[in-house]
């Protein structure tokens, strides 16, 4: 088997000569063979060190090509979970002819600073719909943000999530049962009722759902996005937002 550095470096003299791998092998060689071509690739790459960026570059796009094609069928085999969980707030316009799912937590700082990017783009397009998927990972406060969410959906309704995610967002400093109470009060929800909800089974259970289709589609930060069929694991400007949504419709 090559060592990490030939096996880039024989890459390299192979895709800048033309060589392919079929004519070509190394276990066939001999040691002095084997010796006479590491020195070949030696002084070819000390007379032309950009062919290694070059086959680094080459590399990493056919990686790239691979994950967006296995992204694709990630989406294709978990739509269902993703679009339509049957629990996940609807924002937008529900009727939309796109729609675009987040995968966020409260106290991720490109979350906060996607959030208005995504609101912009929904009110200046009117005609996207958008999925908000839970997925706190960054610790205990960003649990409790996501429970009270879903709690002041539960008790009151989508408008009561709605304030509470937008309460959350924008909300510093750790959460406990004082900090929670005075949230619930300034929304004026019904706190004793909320703070009681956090810890519901069907509360539990979303967060456990959510989770577990994200390890699906094997998203491990956020903000992740879910446009059609792509996939986005990252911060997203409006202008790239509003690209791909164009792109989603002019691809039908």
């Not at 276990?27 to 062919?51: H, I, T």
């Not at 960026?53 to 590399?59: G, I, K, S, T």
Request: charged share 25%.
């Amino acid at each position: 088997m090559l060592k990490p550095r030939l096996a880039t470096s024989f890459l390299a003299v192979m895709l800048a000569t033309g060589v392919q791998a079929a004519d070509l092998n190394l276990d066939n060689m001999s040691d002095a063979d084997r010796a006479a071509f590491g020195a070949q690739v030696r002084a070819y790459l000390l007379e032309n060190p950009q062919v290694i960026m070059e086959a680094v570059q080459v590399l990493e796009e056919r990686q790239a090509a691979e994950q967006v094609q296995g992204d694709v069928a990630l989406v294709e085999n978990n739509a269902g979970a993703i679009f339509n969980d049957g629990y996940s707030w609807v924002g937008g316009n529900p009727e939309g002819d796109v729609t675009i799912v987040e995968f966020f937590d409260y106290r991720c700082g490109f979350c906060r600073r996607a959030h208005p990017e995504v609101a912009q783009l929904l009110e200046l397009d009117g005609n996207i719909r958008y999925v908000a998927k839970e997925f706190p990972i960054l610790g205990e406060n960003s649990v409790l943000s996501s429970r009270f969410a879903l709690a002041a959906r539960e008790i009151a309704g989508d408008e009561g999530y709605e304030a509470a995610k937008e309460a959350l967002i924008a909300l510093n400093g750790d959460l406990d049962d004082t900090a929670l109470r005075r949230l619930a009060d300034t929304l004026g929800l019904d706190t004793d009722a909320v703070i009681a909800a956090m810890d519901s089974d069907a509360i539990t259970n979303q967060l456990a759902t959510t989770r577990a289709l994200a390890q699906t589609l094997q998203i491990n930060g956020t903000p992740s996005f879910v446009m059609g069929d792509q996939m986005i694991r990252g911060y997203l400007p409006l202008d790239a937002m509003q690209e791909i949504v164009a792109e989603l419709r002019e691809g039908r």
